[in-house]
């Protein structure tokens, strides 16, 4: 122990007056340097790295996570009930396995005119359960519960249901979806909700 | 042999060094009276960590971390693999325990007053170190991958989202994409096995450092009071006079008690065997209903029962305000009494947290907010509410039974608890207010005037009417005896 800190300890005094002398050292200057230009290294390489962290977030703004999906033909879907249907997210990779099959609730409310609401809560994104003989949508986490219309009618949500746009095209029910529904205001900086929250 | 044992070991020591300041670290001195069962959690905690690591390591042998694959690999693992169910179980029950003795430990540090100078950054280290903890047990629970995680994970964007400004991107960050998806789970898998026990393991590694610089905390005596000016110079003293080495000393409670808790995990895990996997993690089946794991549960109570105004606030202002308070404890009370026979205030503060915690804990046991999803028509309306009853009421009974009123209000004791019991409704509201309560909700309950036609009103209502005990009237509107004139008064009027 004491053998192999001597030595460093003998060279200290020697460092001490060449810094003493008031003038940059040339070591002094080349350890600056270094540093300088291991800051430009760390800024190089945090390029790549805060790019590729945020591209789960800049994605969607270049390629657009949303799109328009199919959810059935019109005729699937009786006049005035609401029905479970399920699509594939748009936005698949290959180790997504079932978790972008997707459900939503359909209603048919007359001829072309339809509501689709995504099956997660306003509240907390827990899956409602539609009951025709009561009318009402309810969640089974916390006990939300919506009007047929997905209007909020109790408990903690504190707006309706989210609503995809959707739209009949070749007698194929079809909305615009992509991206998981959730609370909390629309952002204005970072980028957009999308049009079923809003 | 001892002599070749003692020569090798001198080689390895002339080029590690490192016999002294191991021979110094274990055989520091430390109070007498610290020597005490009250002070073998730290040890504990350290010790479920470290077996938490071996079973992490030996669940990754087979472990898939794909959306598409990781529930199969844990059924593989609790159904194909030898004893794979049991060191699942034993990691299960590790993460369990672990963050109870975490829990205690902070508890008995907290009433002890050992985060009071100059153990403070000790404390600030061990807050952290307790939120790490608490982040293992998340994103474990999401690695088990599942409905319950599946809908977890939407539960925690629902709360990221309502964050200001930042909430969308949040969401995405931490999702790693625009849904629940194969990237969530690596990301989580990250954080699981790489982010948060890299930091574990350095944050541990200088909360000890300092427990044997700074030494360890004395048994309080109440009325020897903490100053910055002494405090250092009295425990030099202390453990100089009343001092003992920590090995052999002291150490022997350690170690009983981390076998005790290495032995209590395996009983459990045996005993209990593994956590789920619960239903496969498919979206499109929406016949569940997700639960926290349990140290998440008091939490999944006090969102339910938060006015909704309340909710946003408290979900973002609240960790923020209660991680600042445990950051901020020492330097607030740093000098002082250390008994906690001389803080009132800090005995009551726990017994607070305690009660309040297991309180919504045991309501989330049962969630009583939650309407009943599968009491539908399945259960009857029991025999005694329908004797007697006119053809009228009796339509009213099927009313009653066939627009789920039973998913919240029960009857007889069957049904919801979202909603007041019906039992005895009667006699709380008249006539006019039960019509208006079914027409147009209040309170907590929907409206229903757009469900049900007046005649299914009208026979409703006239069955909550007779839904009173038998010796008590129903409530009557008095004003209505005035101006109907020809109705009898009930009760002592004639």
Redesign the interface.
Known sequence: ?STSTSTPAKLAPKDNEVSSSNEISRRGFFTKLGILFNGLAATVLAVPIVGF??S??T??RANG?LSWVPLGSVNEFPEGETR?A?FQ?P?V???????????CWVRRVAGDQFQVFA??CA???????W?P????F??????G?Y??DGSR??????RGLFEYPNKVENGLVTIQA???P????????????PPCVS | MRLMIGKIGRWFDHRLQLAAPIREAVEHPVPRNTASWWYVFGSAALTVFLLQLVTGILLALIYVPSAGEAWNSLQALNHDIALGWFVRAMHGWGSNFMVAIVLIHMVQVFLFGAYKFPRELTWILGVFLLLMTLGMAFTGQVLRFDQDAYWGLGIGASIASRVPVLGPAIVKLMLGGPIIAGATLSRFFALHVFVIPGLLIGFVALHLLMVLKLGINEWPMPGRIVKRATYEAEYHALTKKDGAPFFPYAIWKDLFFAAFIILAVAACAFYFGPFGPTGKPDPTIIQTVPKPDYFFLWLYALLSLLPPSLETPALLIGPVVVILGLLLLPFLSGEGEKSWKRRPIAVLTVLLIAITLGTFTHLAGFTPWSPHMNAWSGDPVPDRFIHGTTALERQGVLVFQVKQCRNCHSLGEVGGQRGPTLDGVAVRLTQDQLIRQVIQGGGNMPAYGKNLSPAETTALVAFLETLHPAGQAPARDASRDVVAGDEKRPGGSQ
């Open positions: 122990m962290l945020a789960s977030i994605r969607g996570y479970l399920t997210n936005y990779m290959p180790t997504d396995g079932k978790t972008v099959d997707t459900a099956v997660n509240h907390l994104g827990c899956p409602v359960r009951f003989q009561s009318g009402l309810m969640c089974p986490c916390h006990g519960a009007y047929r009618a109790s408990g903690p949500p504190e992509g991206e998981l959730t609370p909390g205001a629309v952002a204005f900086l970072t980028g957009e909700k």
